[in-house]
């Protein structure tokens, strides 16, 4: 196993945890916020804000080690069929587009974070900045992209 084959797995299992870590706290958001709306007539005042911004950054975060781990889905009903140099044609041209399109969303998410920030953009009710999440979201698809190369 390689430097960067090392580095790129520590680095997905990393940001799983950090995936794992957002999880839980929207599962308790949620249940707070239900017992809150509830039993105590109380909500948790920006649930729907906080709970969305939590579900980015689990799904941003996870997308490297599920695909690391052949966890993703794919259709190969098709391809079953075919022989093994059409299959390994199709992987790599499959392949090569979902570099150009994870290499295309970290640097257009990069801009779009720069321009978030310099506009000060928020979330609606608890006027939470929304660069950190839209730089974490870019950040997060690095090593996916590295996942690919590899």
Same mark, same amino acid.
């Given at each position: 196993m390689g430097g960067l084959e090392t580095f790129t797995r520590g680095l997905s299992n990393c940001f799983l945890?950090?995936?794992l870590v957002a999880l839980a706290l929207m599962l308790g958001l949620v249940t707070a916020d239900i017992i809150g709306a509830k039993g105590l007539r109380m909500p948790v005042s920006g649930a729907m804000d906080l709970s969305? &911004? &939590?579900a980015l950054l689990a799904i941003a975060f996870s997308t490297a080690q599920t695909h690391r781990m052949g966890?993703?889905?794919k259709v190969d009903f098709v391809t079953m069929f075919l022989p093994k140099k059409v299959r390994k044609i199709i992987r790599f041209v499959s392949t090569s587009l979902c570099v150009l399109f994870f290499a295309t969303v970290l640097w257009r998410l990069v801009l779009?974070?720069?321009g978030v920030q310099v506009h000060?953009?928020?979330s609606l009710t608890v006027k939470i900045p929304l660069a950190?999440?839209?730089y974490a979201m870019a950040l997060a698809? &690095?090593?996916m992209l590295l996942v690919l190369l590899l």
């Open positions: 945890w950090v995936a969305s &911004l &939590l966890r993703h889905i779009y974070a720069e000060h953009e928020a950190p999440f839209a698809f &690095l090593p």
